[in-house]
């Protein structure tokens, strides 16, 4: 398997991959393939990795900046979906371990709203006071490189269309 930044050629299979993959989830909106779209019409993909085997694409991971209270320079990880076909072979610990490696370069942390029984591994943890408007507590998860805790809100990018107090 290989992990890799997204090519033009990529695009049509990360959108079919992205929608497939959160048809799975309970709790999807059905919007995430439309939340990577956007961010990279945007120019706000930071990170767009593939993981690529046999000349298929079987994940994705997007990552885009975000600020926690008043503090820039967080790395926002999400959407992350694997192929359901490919699911718990270790493609998803993959494309994140990539992911943390190169924000560690470029980044004071990494932020993501999800499952923690899943991002605890990585050693993402909620914190108090860390929020995101509309989630519970629980699920807004940050893993900061530096060791200080952040606080705040997480001010992330309006295409993912969640609420947020600015
Ligand atoms: C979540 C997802 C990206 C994980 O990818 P994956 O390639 O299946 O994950 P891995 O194989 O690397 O799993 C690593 C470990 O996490 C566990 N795991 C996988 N999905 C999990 C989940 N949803 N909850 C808890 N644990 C999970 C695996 O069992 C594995 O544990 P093990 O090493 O003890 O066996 C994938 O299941 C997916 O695309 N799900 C649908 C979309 C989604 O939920 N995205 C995240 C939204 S926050």
Request: contains cysteine; hydrophobic residues 40%.
């Amino acid at each position: 398997m290989l992990i890799r930044d997204e090519t033009a050629g990529d695009i049509t299979a990360i959108s079919r991959l992205v929608t497939e993959a959160f048809l799975t989830l309970a709790q999807s909106t059905g919007t995430e393939a439309s939340i990577v779209e956007k961010l990279r019409a945007d120019g706000a993909l930071t990170l767009s990795l593939v993981a690529e085997e046999e000349g298929e694409v079987i994940g994705y991971l997007a990552a885009s900046s975000a600020r926690i209270g008043t503090q820039d320079g967080w790395g926002l990880i999400g959407p992350i979906a694997v192929l359901p076909s490919r699911h718990r072979q270790g493609v998803g610990t993959a494309l994140m371990a990539e992911a943390l490696r190169r924000l560690r370069a470029t980044s004071r942390g990494a932020t993501l709203v999800g499952d923690p029984a899943y991002y605890g591994r990585f050693g993402f943890r909620a914190f108090p006071g860390l929020s995101v408007a509309g989630c519970p507590p629980e699920v807004v998860q940050a893993l900061p490189f530096d060791g200080n805790e952040p606080r705040g809100e997480v001010i992330h990018h309006p295409a993912f269309g969640l609420s947020q107090h600015e």
